[in-house]
């Protein structure tokens, strides 16, 4: 199921805070805090939450942090690449 067929199901309400919150929540003092292995996984091509300013940060932030960029994934990778995050999150937690 696509984010697209997700959205119309939540409340607007929800959708709406849901925005605002990763939109203006500064996280980057909690994540120099994290002190376990962490696997961030982006896509490229996430016009969403760009990788530059979100996953590329977080991964630099996180120390040890193992990053994986998937070259041309959209926002809703987790259904057009399951088969890939599938196999690097069983691979991350054989770890």
Do not use: W
Not at 74 to 89: I, K, M, R, S, Y
Request: glycine share 6%; proline share 4%; net charge negative.
């Amino acid at each position: 199921m696509s984010t697209l067929n997700i959205a119309p199901m939540a409340s607007i309400k929800g959708t709406l805070e849901c925005v605002t919150a990763f939109s203006e929540t500064d996280f980057r003092a909690e994540m120099a805090k994290i002190d376990v292995p962490t696997l961030v996984i982006h896509g490229d091509a996430d016009q969403i939450v760009p990788f530059e300013t979100t996953g590329k940060q977080a991964a630099e932030l996180i120390r040890g942090a193992e990053l994986k960029v998937y070259a041309g994934a959209p926002h809703g990778f987790a259904v057009t690449h399951a088969q890939q995050l599938n196999e690097d999150l069983l691979a991350f937690l054989q770890q």
